[in-house]
């Protein structure tokens, strides 16, 4: 999660600022490609600033001001009443009021008006601290600063372009020449993209918490105020919208499965022969469009190079075969641009996605994975991604995911602390084996796991197990961890000692944290609390973290944790709020990824 977030352990626990270790170093990128891109991403952020602000004066146009504003006169500071409703609803009024005011037009625009400016607003402040910091790229850098501010300008990027998707759909006119793909999006849409701007925001933020210097200084002063603009961005525009349940929007036009899925793993009835063809042929009859051998034998050798040849911005499924082996790649990643990857391999154990970066080399939590996906539509399947590093060296991720409409199916996830970083937007895992110790499963996407087993294994000594660490920093984010009729079991190695080494469902990485757990199995190595504090001192009462019909000898909830946060689901209407056709909206695009899945909370 951060560089500095620890394990829940004491004497074991890593901390950057107290360590003097023999650190690999690595110098931050040069040359020729590094300035390209440089170049390429000031004149981006230029252009969308420009094009922000020609949105803003289509949208102003016909309510202009009166004719000493247009004069050049000083505008009034004192807010409207639309400006006071909207704001209102926002956790940062203050910095809500000033920067509605400073923007023109604002002082004739109706409260739904607002809406749009906030969003164009927004969009122009991020644009211009892409612009700012990407002007500091020559500064020298240790390696860990380097890493923090490496993830910042991709950060950045991936908010602008959820901003601009935003904008687009509240204004449809502002996405014209953007180059944003596939832009017009619902209600809910917009309410993922702006919480993954948020996430992003947040993550960039955590990135520096435990560095020091002038970069970080740079950076404060650059990136100040979007995380709370966003924010506000976000709080206005759920307002609007048709919301409820404290930031899980419910969406009433869904497609909820027919009674043709009897146990869950049959596929859907409505799903297209193709569909059916493509999740029943063995992957070696699947006519993909490029296939990895490490023999030679394929299209191309390696994962990279499959990757960076796939078409960018598709709306077409592109379906990459990687044929069983071993494939240890640095910085393996599905960027942004890269929509509609499918990855199919030989089968779990058979095709391997492995790597062994972590916090010790100098890079961030958000640096290490193994492989990394941010591009719209992603699909794995019959596949592992590993980690090997070991608990040693604490944050180590296995597999990054930040994709929106992300498919992750019958796939092994590997590792000990930060093995699945499920970092932002909808995903959805299926049939999957998840392995680690501390935190193992973390972020803040709307993510459902469903029917997954998820071991708990051996920490180090003085270390105890938190399966989950759900960092919702807001309460209008409609983020959380579900997991729903899955198995929480003990690796044999941690049964033989799980005396010594208590597990627990989860902890608040942030005070909105949201986690359920679902009609799952739990296991006796859980302990009978059921939860852990972050620290001494980090709220409780306005986290979010539900039980619902569990079994087994770890489900008991006599002894659980007393928090005004936490609660014991009884309804099914509030349960059924977490299932995949309400949290993640799933039942109106998982049918076209060919995975089989439950929308509700049982057939």
Same mark, same amino acid.
């Given at each position: ?62 309510? $202009?001001? +009166? #004719?000493? !504003? ?10 409207? %009443?639309?400006? &006071?409703? *909207? ?19 604002? $002082?004739? +625009? #109706?409260? !739904? ?10 969009? %122009?402040?991020? &644009?211009? *601290? ?474």
């Amino acid at each position: 999660m951060g560089y500095g977030r620890l394990g829940p352990s004491e004497p074991g626990s890593f901390s950057p600022e107290r360590a003097t270790l023999p650190y690999e170093t690595r110098s931050g990128p040069t040359g020729n490609g590094r300035k390209r891109k440089l170049i390429l991403l000031s004149l981006l952020a230029v252009a969308l600033i420009i094009a922000s602000a020609v949105s803003a004066t289509v949208l102003v146009g016909m309510k $202009t001001e +009166a #004719s000493g !504003q247009q004069s050049g006169q000083t505008m009034t500071r004192k807010p409207t %009443q639309a400006i &006071s409703r *909207a704001c209102s609803k926002t956790r940062f009024q203050a910095l809500c009021v000033d920067s509605l005011l400073q923007f023109p037009g604002s $002082t004739t +625009a #109706s409260e !739904q008006d607002l809406v749009h400016i906030s969003f164009n607003m927004t969009l %122009q402040h991020f &644009s211009k *601290a892409l612009y700012t910091t990407s002007a500091i790229s020559y500064v020298q850098m240790e390696p860990r600063v380097r890493s923090a501010y490496e993830d910042c300008l991709e950060l950045l990027e991936d908010s602008i372009d959820a901003l601009l998707r935003s904008l687009s759909s509240v204004i449809p006119s502002a996405g014209a020449g953007s180059g944003v793909q596939g832009a017009r999006g619902s209600g809910q849409d917009v309410m993922t993209w702006l919480s993954a701007a948020l996430t992003n925001q947040d993550t960039c933020t955590d990135g520096f918490s435990d560095v020091s210097g002038s970069v970080k200084t740079q950076m404060a002063i650059q990136l100040r105020d979007l995380s709370e603009l966003v924010s506000n961005c976000l709080a206005i525009f759920a307002a609007s919208a048709s919301d409820d349940f404290s930031g899980v929007p419910i969406q009433n036009k869904r497609r909820l499965m027919g009674s043709h899925e009897k146990n869950g793993n049959e596929f859907p009835i409505w799903l297209s022969r193709k569909e059916r063809e493509l999740l029943d042929l063995p992957p070696s009859t699947i006519q993909a469009d490029i296939i990895v051998s490490k023999d030679g034998n394929g299209t191309y050798k390696t994962i990279a190079e499959a990757i960076k040849k796939a078409p960018e911005y598709s709306s077409r499924r592109t379906i990459i075969y990687v044929r069983a082996g071993r494939y240890e790649e640095d910085n393996l990643k599905v960027g942004r641009k890269k929509t509609n990857l499918m990855f199919i391999g030989d089968g779990k154990g058979r095709t391997v996605i492995s790597g062994g970066r972590n916090v010790f080399q100098n890079l961030t939590t958000f640096h290490t994975a193994s492989f990394a996906a941010t591009g719209a539509g992603f699909i794995a399947r019959d596949m592992t991604f590993e980690n090997w590093a070991g608990p040693a060296k604490h944050q180590a991720v296995a597999l990054r995911v930040g994709a929106d409409h992300a498919v992750v199916y019958r796939c092994n996830i590997i590792g000990y602390q930060d093995t699945l970083y499920v970092h932002s937007n909808r995903q959805f895992f299926r049939e999957c084996a998840i392995y680690g110790t501390v935190d193992f499963i973390f972020g803040n996407a709307a993510v459902v796991l469903q029917n997954c087993s998820i071991y708990a294994r051996k920490p180090m000594d003085l270390q105890k197990n938190t399966i989950t660490a759900q960092n919702r920093k807001d309460p209008n984010q409609n983020t959380g961890i579900s997991i729903h009729a899955s198995r929480i079991l003990a690796t044999p190695e941690l049964v033989a000692s799980q005396a010594n080494f208590p597990t627990y469902l989860g902890r608040p990485w942030k005070t909105f944290s949201r986690t359920v757990y679902m009609l799952s199995y739990i296991g006796d190595h859980v302990h009978s609390r059921g939860w852990l504090e972050w620290n001494a001192t980090a709220p409780v009462d306005k986290l979010y973290y539900g039980e619902y019909m569990n079994y087994g000898p770890g489900a008991a909830i006599g002894q659980r944790v007393k928090w005004p946060g936490y609660r014991v689901i009884t309804s099914t209407v509030e349960a059924s709020r977490f299932t995949v056709a309400q949290f993640i909206y799933g039942s109106s695009w998982l049918p076209s990824t060919g995975v089989a899945f439950l929308a509700g909370l049982s057939v």
